[in-house]
Nanobody, 123 residues
Framework: VQLQASGGGLVQVGGSLRLSCAAT????????VAWFRQAPGKGREFVAQ????????TSDDSMKGRFTISRDIAKNTVYLQMNSLKPEDTAVYSC?????????????????WGQGTEVTVSS
């Protein structure tokens, strides 16, 4: 499966963005799909995951209530809706997928990766 992430950009504090992760060559309902982010000078951080059955998990308290992962089966696309954005949300966001996920928050669990899309939140 190939993943294509899009939707990043420059947004002001408090604004919103919706990132998309479109899949080709495979059906996303067969995979667990996650979003990770990497801020400058930092390691890759788990953001949210939606499993093949449609159940979802969002990362820690700093993102819960602001970030929502969802999918459109007909479009074979997973979304990350980000609201109330903060400067610390600035990062490159990447989507990843795999059919077997031993640890969903560990990037090493994912076999397929899309290219990142950059999100910059200005204060």
């Amino acid at each position: 499966v190939q993943l294509q992430a899009s939707g990043g950009g420059l947004v002001q504090v408090g604004g919103s963005l919706r990132l998309s992760c479109a899949a080709t060559g495979g059906t996303l309902t067969s995979y667990d799909v996650a979003w990770f982010r990497q801020a400058p000078g930092k390691g890759r951080e788990f953001v949210a995951q939606i499993n093949s059955s449609g159940g979802s998990t969002t990362s820690d308290d700093s993102m819960k209530g602001r970030f929502t992962i969802s999918r459109d089966i007909a479009k074979n696309t997973v979304y990350l809706q980000m609201n109330s954005l903060k400067p610390e949300d600035t990062a490159v966001y990447s989507c990843a997928a795999s059919s077997v996920i031993p640890f969903f928050s560990n990037p090493r669990s994912y076999k397929y990766w899309g290219q990142g899309t950059e999100v910059t939140v200005s204060s």
